[in-house]
Every structure is written in structure tokens, then in C-alpha cells.
């Protein structure tokens, strides 16, 4: 029995808004970069400084439809899930990516934040509930 673990959780804000997209076989890919910022104050010169890490995220299924539907670029949300590397052809050349394979997501802004037109057809739930259809499938 193995004793690993391979989890990693994040909370950011959306760069763009998800690419939604279906593979061959129906299962729905969602794929969006998160912004995760660090700030600090330089104790030498007491001037504010900022690093902001882009973490790549890829949600399936059930999750990938929720992020697809809901979430837009400056949402900010929490993430956990599984980190994978994975190589790919980019013409003669194999590039490889780091990207973090989701598993739970929670939206953590206030729904009129998002929209001015709030969506009516779901009943509304306050950030910090898990909703079901949130968690990997």
C-alpha cells in the first residue's frame, strides 16, 4: 500500500473564461488558467511587492460543465486536485505542461458580483457550500 500523496489546492482568480469542449466520446473538458497572488511587503525599502504564479487547470465531466457554466474570467474560487505533467507534439518539438487535474471546486464570490443579470433557473447558494455537482464525478 502506498503511502503518497499528489493534492494540491489553490485559490485565485480566472484569467480568461473556461474553454468548454466535448471529447469524441461525449465527456466534457473544461480548461482555464488561475491566478495565484502572493504579496508581501520588502522589509528594506517597505515597498509593496507582488507575484502572481498562472496555475493551468483541466476539470472532467460533471465538473467541467459546472466550471464551463458558472465561472467566468475574475471569478474567484478555490481549487483542489491532482497535479499531472504531460508531454504533447508543438510541430518538431515535445513541449511538456504542468497542469493540476481538478477534483473539487467552490466559487468563493457573491453571485451579484458576477453578473448583473443574476441566473434565476438555479436556486442560490452561498459561497462556502459545496455543491454536489462541484466535486469530481
Known amino acids: 500500500m502506498s503511502n503518497d500523496l499528489n493534492r494540491c489546492e489553490f485559490i485565485g482568480r480566472l484569467g480568461a473564461d473556461p474553454d ?20 508581501w511587503k520588502d522589509r528594506g525599502s517597505g515597498v509593496q511587492q507582488e507575484d502572481t504564479q498562472w496555475i493551468r487547470i483541466v476539470a472532467f465531466r460533471g ?17 483542489a486536485g491532482e497535479m499531472k505533467n ?7 518539438r515535445e ?9 473539487e471546486m467552490l466559487m468563493l464570490d ?8 443574476p441566473d434565476t433557473s438555479s436556486p442560490h447558494r452561498s459561497w462556502g457550500q459545496m455543491h454536489p455537482a462541484y466535486k469530481k464525478d
Do not use: H, M, P, W
Not at 63 to 79: N, P, T
Not at 86 to 92: A, I, M, P, V
Not at 95 to 103: L, M, S
Not at 110 to 117: D, E, H, K, L, V
Open 20 to 39: 468548454l469542449n466535448f471529447t469524441a466520446k461525449g465527456v466534457a473538458v473544461a480548461r482555464f488558467s488561475l491566478a495565484v497572488n502572493k504579496r
Open 95 to 103: 513541449r511538456r505542461v504542468t497542469e493540476i487535474i481538478a477534483q
Open 63 to 79: 465538473l467541467a460543465e459546472v466550471c464551463g457554466q458558472y465561472l467566468s474570467r475574475g471569478s474567484r474560487i478555490f481549487i
Open 86 to 92: 504531460r508531454t504533447f507534439q508543438d510541430g518538431e
Open 110 to 117: 457573491s453571485r451579484g458580483s458576477r453578473s448583473a443579470t
